[in-house]
């Protein structure tokens, strides 16, 4: 690897207080293109031993591609990396990258058909050449019990939920021994106490001397846990600087490139509003003694025209699955769906599509992508009418529609014909938002849709959703991030498939985590009763 | 009768079914056996794969099969097995190719070298020594196809030098064969002859593509390309009548059963034989691994095409 | 008009990472045979002249036409993520089923059954083909069970039906009806030829205009999202594997008139040069990629093969060597115009 | 509290997701087709009592070796996630090239170079098998064109040069200690079954204890994962396509002594059964699942299928109709027994 010729000369790291020790790792004058796209321009970072470094960034700005190079997923075009002063190793040696940095990638890195075990120490076996697979079991029991991780060490991967796959992942890079660890959103998949008990680890290991490179769209989190902060920007580092001294305002400015203190408009200008169809009370979407066994219980729940009601509940406390019925991906056991007080047949993801109901799926990758073909073939897989007549899909008409979409959400790409998987995580996200959208739906149900997405686009997206409802219609947002659910008019907190408490505007968010953790003591801001059954909606 | 015979029962495995030759073969099994033939094993079906010859074979003699008569289409992986049924005291008779090694007791064929070899004389002779001609060889791998193929090649080179001949492999695909013709003929417009090696493959394929090219006058009439086929089918005969091919060598599908059948039951009576001229116009040849009768392939032309000897004519009318 | 996001105007976004523009990488794929073909096209005209001539450039686009029909059932079941091999047996078995029924039971050497007009042979015939993908996704989307073996037992089953209902004759007594479009020619060029470039220009223009067109890229290439987007994917599917059987039905229509009669082997063997035309056509095996320009090329390109072996005069001991590595040859030239890396 | 997916406690009568203890379902999958052996043991029985003789179930182990070797070559690359059809060309080419290196260049039928000594035939036979994995490796590996089509390319190309160097005949004066191994007994059974059953236990072991098999299944199910977990994915893959080279060449030798020659037409055309028996086994052609017990009644029922129509006396014209009848219903029995999905 060499430095990057005809780059911009490479500028002097930033000098840290003199240490004796050489940095856990340095990335000098890293640069690397995608295609047209050049992912890093010259980048620089160096993390210090026993140091918790932050890296943040909009959506796109890097932070993957930069973590790919710092874990030799990625060859960078130029650059130098060394870890504790010694050069990287050779790239496609990916065993002596492993002894040198441990990850926690974006994306799971984990073998579905393998067991739990496995997957915990894959590749460094403990013992011999030879597995001896009881005591495997017995270690991995023990390592995962230390992250409060309950599952049968022999289960294949696949049969796990998506927060105890994350710790098995997160498990898995920690126990390795390495002194530098790579953390690219850990958290997103993870509820509030799980994010509690990796945080209490990361600091665990952080006294030990481990050093840490935090990637995370929550400035809560970075500050919470970091002491440095490194800022990417189209492909550049803008700034590194203590956590310390550096207000919210400030990083947010560094990430974005606008002045601090000039911030936009929390709401984009209202749309033209269509002529919201002012209703007699009869709720967008009504769901009454809905049950799916195993899930939820009967529940009944309605979402009021322009109102955006929210649904908050743990990862793994049916929350989702309320929303994969509602959207037609199940068929519930009881209990019926109507849209504006036309019932909805159940199970059927046309149906729903056609009463109305636009779905933002959980896991993007799984449910919400195509990744091959182009973002403009995205946004309208579910578009009937608009595009052409009789069934065709003119593709001037729609590249067009496909562009106002893109405006609309600020999605970063190339251009329509960009396949969906050149794109970045949170620009992934903003696609399947916009995809539930672009029917024009009666009420939006979306199952966390900020998720990975960076600050200022949370923003936006939020305002399209509040955009929706102000627009007569009605939105579903099935979240356990606090950001989500401050727009929400009402807020219907469920523990274990059950509806535990309500809130309106102006709660508090310890009441909402207490009332989502089935912790119903303490008070609940201006609650309803806490068995409401039926809860009428009313505008706001 | 299953199981009746005293002496003992016949294993026959027969070496394929999607072909018209060897379908008729199996209809003269088939009646031979249900008009007081000997005693035999149900019939069984290699599709074309030596292995399964092996293991029907194996099976067969598990069940009790005292002789066996297959048609092994690869006459070299046949030898360990004909040698374990020696060591079993089991005969064997060889239908239509002869294996390369491993004790028979009796080989029953025509001579295919001789296919060749009378196919490039009438082609000779109807060109008058010179000309070009296409030939459509069969499966490389098969003895029966290199054996005409050789042979055909030698006879041209050594007594018809002014011929030139352009050799297709056709894998016996009738497609294939239509398709590398066509290119020839897009090549050579000069085209005099074609040899088929199969007609069962290849007469339908060529004879639509030379409707189509307009080559297909009648024989006789100026413009004609001499056809000669192989396999003596009922399909050849027609087109022979019609005055679309020349002529066939009439691979005596009958006489194969018959005389499987024949030299089965004789082993099992332990008779032997010996080399010379046999009782239906046939010769028996020794070879080094046992002997051969060499039944007699009629050439068919429009003169002799009505014989109600050909088995071709006898299928038509046993239908 | 449905403006349900209107752009938040004001704020543009902040300029994005540096961007060349440049054509769409995708689309070369589907171009990437096309300095293979052309290449052939040179080593065609200096091993032969006559390769050029009209004559034989016609030859090579009939020849291709039922396996090119076969490719394109196969590239559309492809494209929506599935396999189907038994398409090589329904060339055979399609005809056959219709001409059994509609054949009179005496009188020719093959005995059919006689319950119909012998115009309706190639409607039947099409009928047996639908059926036949009919079974076929019962199989895969009804029980679940793995559509590569499925239909691999498909093919054996069904070539087995065909041997045993054709007693391994070929049949050569064909109804004119059934035989007229394989071997008429309209203009002075084989009806197969129009008949094969209209379809695979239909089926071009469904995969790229058609909204359930467009869905089997969706299906192939990830089936949970497009069940989320409200795409039919089951029913879908099986309309897919119902048109692949009609066409590999036609293409034995189209095959029975060409080569004049049914032969007992037809279209045995084929599936692999299937695959291989769709594949070096840049269609991927795991589904949603590809395009059937991209899949004609492929046919055109073994079938030039072929045809310049045979003007070159190649031993017959070495045409499949050198086939084979023809195809090495292009698979990997093709990869490098394209740029991509398969999978 | 810690507990993440707690057994939903007594106040919540709609229990939580769903995660009840249940056996290791990919455990079934193994022995899906026990049942259809047990069953084609009774039809077999019932046909034939000599079904149940010694030398007739020894027969069918026999039979099955060769096959069992290509099985278990392309098992290990079908669980690393790839695909080798070459394989079928590999088992006659590489005994080939081998004996026109060793026979004498006159004398024999087949003119050889003579170059070697006879002793060294088996190795090199090994040895051609291991460059024929080693290129199949180079093609995908390295130059990252399409495994399928490549492979394609090579099963032609390879069976090409056998045709060019045995000229179509079939070799059958082989060397003693080429044909030794395929012809022996040993105890009373044939030496080539428990090598073949030797060879499954030793990989069978070696997936299930060795890092380096386990790397195995790593690969196959998310390449990306493995090698983000340091597994060297390129060289163990290569590794696994010269190994499956490497067996394709032996169940070579174990033909050419079983057989007495090497047929020109070795192993055309068993690459689908190849591909049948390991998928009816439960390897799934994606990749990363499978175990080779599976493979090995894949291989069994196949040859087990054959042997019992052949004693039950099927029509000819009907065997590979009822053939594929019998693999689709194997098929659908063993997706049931095993109670999954394939895909
Ligand atoms: N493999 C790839 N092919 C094409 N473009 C890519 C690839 N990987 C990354 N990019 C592009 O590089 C840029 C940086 O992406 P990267 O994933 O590093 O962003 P990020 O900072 O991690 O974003 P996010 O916060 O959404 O995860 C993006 O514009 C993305 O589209
Ligand atoms: N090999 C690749 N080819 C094409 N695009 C890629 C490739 N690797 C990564 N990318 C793209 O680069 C971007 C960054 O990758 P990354 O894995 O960080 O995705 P992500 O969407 O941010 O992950 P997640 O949604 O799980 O948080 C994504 O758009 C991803 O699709
Ligand atoms: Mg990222
Ligand atoms: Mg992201």
């Known amino acids: ?540 | 009768n299953r199981g009746s015979d005293a002496t003992g029962r016949i294993g026959i495995d027969v070496p394929r079914t999607d072909t018209d030759f060897w379908d008729s073969y199996q209809d003269h099994l088939k009646a031979d056996l249900a008009h007081g033939g000997p005693a035999a094993l149900p019939l069984a079906n290699s599709q074309n794969d030596i292995g399964k010859v092996v293991s029907d074979v194996q099976a067969l003699t598990g069940q009790g099969a005292r002789a066996i008569v297959i048609a092994p289409q690869d006459t070299g992986a046949i030898t360990a097995e004909l040698r374990r049924l020696a060591d079993r005291r089991i005969p064997v008779v060889s239908v239509d190719t002869r294996p390369d090694d491993g004790p028979v007791y009796m080989v029953v064929r025509a001579d295919n070298r001789a296919y060749g070899e009378r196919s490039c004389v009438f082609l000779g002779e109807r060109l008058g020594g010179h000309g070009r001609v296409a030939e459509l060889q069969g499966d490389l791998s098969s003895i029966n196809g290199r054996d005409r193929s050789e042979a055909f090649a030698a006879c041209m080179k050594r007594r018809y030098p002014g011929i030139t001949v352009h050799e297709l492999a056709t894998d016996w695909k009738g497609e294939v064969a239509s398709a590398k013709l066509q290119s020839l003929l897009a090549q050579h417009h000069d085209l005099d002859g074609v040899y088929l090696q199969a007609g069962g493959a290849f007469l339908q394929p060529v004879l639509a593509l030379l409707r189509q090219r307009g080559l297909l006058e009648p024989v006789g009439t100026p413009g004609h390309l001499t056809l000669v086929s192989n396999d003596g089918i009922p399909d050849e005969l027609a087109a022979i009548r019609a005055g679309t091919l020349d002529a066939t060598l009439s691979q005596p599908a009958d006489l194969y059963a018959r005389y499987a059948l024949y030299y089965a039951r004789a082993a099992l009576a332990g008779k032997t034989f010996r080399p010379g001229p046999t009782d239906h116009g046939s010769t028996i040849v020794k070879i080094k691994n046992g002997l051969e009768d060499q039944l007699p392939a009629p050439l068919v032309t429009k003169e002799n095409v009505n014989d109600p000897h050909l088995w071709a004519n006898q299928s038509e009318q046993g239908k | 008009m449905t403006e349900t996001t209107a752009p938040p105007a004001a704020d543009a976004p902040p300029a994005g990472p540096v961007r060349r523009p440049r054509i769409a990488p995708g689309r070369w794929r589907d171009f990437s045979l096309v300095p293979v073909i052309l290449l052939l096209g040179v080593v065609g005209f200096i091993v032969s002249p006559a390769f050029l001539s009209g004559d034989n450039l016609i030859g090579v686009v009939q020849q291709s036409t039922e396996l090119g029909l076969l490719v394109l059932g196969e590239a559309l079941v492809l494209i929506s993520g599935r396999m189907d091999l038994s398409l090589e047996s329904t060339i055979g078995l399609a005809p056959v089923v219709a001409l059994w029924l509609v054949l009179p039971a005496h009188g020719g050497r093959f005995a059919g059954l006689g319950l119909l007009p012998s115009w309706t042979a190639v409607p039947l015939c099409l009928a047996v083909g639908a059926a036949i993908g009919a079974a076929n996704g019962f199989l895969m989307l009804r029980l679940r069970v793995n559509g590569f073996i499925a239909t691999l037992g498909m093919l054996t089953m069904l070539r087995g039906l065909h041997l045993g209902l054709s007693e391994g004759r070929s049949l050569a007594d064909v109804p004119d009806s059934f035989a007229y479009l394989g071997r008429t020619s309209w203009l002075g060029v084989p009806a197969a030829v129009w008949i094969c470039l209209a379809l695979f220009a239909l089926g071009g223009a469904a995969l790229g205009y058609l909204r359930h067109g467009r869905a089997l890229y969706a299906i192939g290439g990830n089936p949970e999202a497009a069940r989320a987007a409200g795409i039919r994917t089951d029913r879908i599917t099986w309309t897919v594997l119902v048109l692949a059987g009609v066409l590999a039905a036609f293409a034995g229509v189209l095959y029975t008139g060409h080569y004049g009669a049914v032969s007992a082997s037809q279209g045995s063997g084929w599936i692999f040069q299937v695959f291989a035309a769709a594949v070096i056509g840049g269609i991927s095996l795991k589904g949603g990629r590809g395009t059937l320009f991209g899949a004609l090329t492929g046919v055109l390109t073994l079938q030039l093969v072929i045809n310049v072996m045979t003007l070159g005069g190649v031993p017959p001991l070495w045409t499949q060597f050198l086939n084979g590595a023809i195809i090495l040859l292009a698979l990997v030239v093709s990869r490098f115009t394209s740029g991509e890396q398969q999978e």
């Open chain 1, 1 to 540: 690897m060499t430095a990057a010729p005809g780059g911009p000369a490479p500028e002097e790291p930033t000098r840290e207080p003199a240490v004796a020790e050489p940095p856990a790792v340095r990335a000098e004058g890293i640069v690397k293109r995608y295609g047209p796209t050049l992912a890093l321009d010259g980048v620089h970072l160096t993390v210090r031993p026993g140091e918790a470094h932050a890296l943040v960034g909009r959506n796109g700005a890097g932070k993957s591609t930069l973590v790919s190079v710092l874990t030799g997923m990625a060859r960078p075009d130029a650059g130098r990396v060394a870890f504790g002063g010694v050069p990287a190793p050779r790239w496609g040696d990916p065993a002596a990258w492993q002894r040198q940095v441990a990850c926690v990638h974006q994306r799971s890195m984990t073998v579905p058909g393998l067991t739990v075990a496995e997957n915990l120490f894959l590749n460094r076996f403990p013992g011999g050449p030879a597995l001896r697979w009881r005591a495997l079991r017995g270690r991995a029991r023990d390592l995962l019990a230390g992250y409060g991780v309950d599952v049968d060490p022999a289960a294949r991967l696949e049969e796990l939920g998506v927060e105890q796959l994350q710790f098995v992942e997160i498990a898995r890079a920690l126990s390795r021994g390495a002194r530098l660890i790579v953390l690219d959103e850990p958290t997103a998949r993870l509820d509030a106490p799980g994010i509690a008990r990796l945080f209490g680890r990361l600091r665990e290991l952080r006294a030990q001397g481990v050093a840490f490179l935090f990637i995370s769209h929550h400035l809560q989190e970075v500050r919470a846990l970091c002491d440095t902060v490194t800022v990417l920007r189209d492909a550049r580092r803008v700034l590194t600087a203590p956590v310390a001294g550096l207000g919210e305002d400030a990083l947010v400015a560094a990430m974005t490139g606008e002045d601090a203190g000039h911030r936009r408009p929390a709401r984009a200008p209202a749309p033209p509003a269509p002529p919201a169809p002012r209703t007699d009370g009869t709720p967008v979407l009504r769901a009454e003694g809905l049950a799916l066994r195993g899930h939820f219980g009967p529940l009944d729940l309605a979402v009021g025209a322009g109102e955006v009601v929210g649904l908050a509940g743990a990862a793994a406390g049916g929350t989702t699955a309320v929303a994969e019925v509602l959207a037609g991906l199940r068929s519930p056991d009881a209990g019926r769906i109507t849209v504006r007080g036309r019932p909805v047949r159940p199970g059927s993801v046309p149906h729903a599509l056609d009463a109305g109901i636009g779905y933002v799926p959980e896991d993007r990758h799984r449910e919400g992508l195509v990744p091959a073909r182009s973002v403009a073939e995205n946004l309208t897989l579910a578009v009937t009418g608009p595009l052409g007549p009789c069934g065709t899909v003119l593709p001037a008409r729609t590249r067009e529609f496909a562009r106002r979409m893109i405006a609309a959400l600020d999605i970063r790409t190339t251009g329509p014909d960009q396949p969906v998987s050149g794109l970045s995580g949170g620009n992934q996200q903003k696609v399947v938002v916009a995809r539930a959208l672009a029917r024009d739906p009666a009420v939006l149900v979306a199952v966390r849709p900020t998720n990975g997405v960076d600050v200022r686009s949370k923003e936006a997206l939020l305002g399209v959703v509040r955009q929706v409802a102000d627009g007569g219609r009605g939105a579903l947002i099935v979240s356990d991030e606090p950001a989500d659910l401050r727009i929400c008019d009402r807020v219907v907190a469920v523990f274990r498939g059950r509806v535990r408490a309500e809130f309106r505007r102006g709660w508090r968010e310890a009441d909402l985590v207490a009332a989502m953790e089935g912790v119903t003591a303490g008070t609940p801001g201006p609650p309803t009763a806490p068995d409401t059954s039926t809860t009428e909606g009313t505008a706001p």
